[in-house]
């Protein structure tokens, strides 16, 4: 299971980031994860609540935005999210598509408190 | 409440350190391969077999991870080829880091080929850039033909899927068919080499794959 070293890599991007927001509190971290970045949902929340557990953190919330894989179809033009073990497009049924994302593991944004001054920006 | 935009990668300090390995492979003309499998798939019998191949005077090199244990880099030194293992201590994966700090002591001037054998494990080493040209997944027909649908992101991401231990399939119920088949649903163009390391069936396969990476390595070195 490695995404404890994950859930500590975006704890750290916490730390790093909440410099800018002098006497705010960082809330919420959202986390956008696709069906190919080889990371469990369910297992990233458990070590990010534990990791987050009696530090200045605390509280401090983890939303995790889980995406499909994603394709566009070069036959017909149609953008879709592929089915678990279907990637034909729904549209025309063609095979031949672009893959286009799916396989994401991005910080998407922190929440902060109301009032907070946003340093250096 | 106030949202602040991010977005930048959660493991953007090892793809750092991964950036950096592989621009000094390319500086050096290295072809970096990353060898990826469940355990018991046949990673360390692969290399057995493929350093075996070399000529001596190849200057290849490799790199093998393990939680814990000198088990496989003793299999693998006695090719006569640089080995170091990587002891993880407990960590399911190799990281970029790992790789950097194994590579202190070696001299790349003197490597040509640098195969990294990664934790036994289909999950974790997919999320993991070590800076090498392309992943190589190990599936073994003593696994599930469905492996490639449960662990999408490996197969996914691994430009070659090597099918192992052809040679026990009249005694396994794996349909080899619906493994490529499964392989290439998530990832249409895969490369796939069909391999026994017991009697050497495709290893031929396998080698010109390597030889072709090889080329490929050299002209972009070139062309840099």
Known sequence: MHEMGIANSVLDAVRAERRRFPGGHVHKVGVRIGELAGVDPDAMSFCFEALVRGTDLEPLALEIEYSPRRYQCRTCGQSYAASRDDSACPACGSLDSQFSGGDELELAYLEVEDGARVAGT | ?224
């Not at chain 2, 407990?90 to 195969?115: V, Y």
Request: proline share 3%.
């Open chain 2, 1 to 224: 409440m106030e949202r602040v935009s991010l977005e930048r990668k959660v493991l953007s300090e090892n793809d750092r350190i991964a950036a950096d390995l592989r621009a000094r492979f390319t500086e050096h003309d290295i072809l970096c391969l990353n060898l990826i499998s469940s355990p018991g798939s046949g990673k360390t019998s692969l290399l057995e077999r493929t350093l075996d191949s070399f000529d001596r005077r190849e200057r290849a090199a490799v790199l093998t991870g393990d939680i814990q244990t000198e088990n496989d880099a003793k299999r693998l030194a006695r090719s006569g080829f640089p080995v170091k293992q990587i002891t993880t201590g407990g960590t399911c994966h190799l990281d970029a880091r790992m790789i950097e700090r194994a590579l202190l002591d070696w001299r790349l001037e003197d490597i040509d080929l640098l195969l990294i054998e990664n934790v036994g494990n289909l999950v974790c080493p997919s999320s993991y850039d070590l800076g090498e040209a392309a992943k190589v997944v190990v599936l073994s027909v003593t696994e599930g033909e469905d492996k490639p649908l449960k662990y999408p992101s490996i197969f996914f991401k691994s430009e070659l899927l090597v099918l192992n231990k052809i040679d026990l399939l009249p005694y396994v119920p794996f349909d080899i068919a619906v493994a490529e088949e499964n392989a290439r649903r998530v990832h249409r163009d895969m490369e796939i080499v069909r391999v026994s390391c017991q009697t050497r069936e495709g290893m031929a396969e396998w080698l010109s794959w390597l030889d072709c990476k090889r080329g490929n390595s050299r002209a972009a070195a070139s062309a840099s």
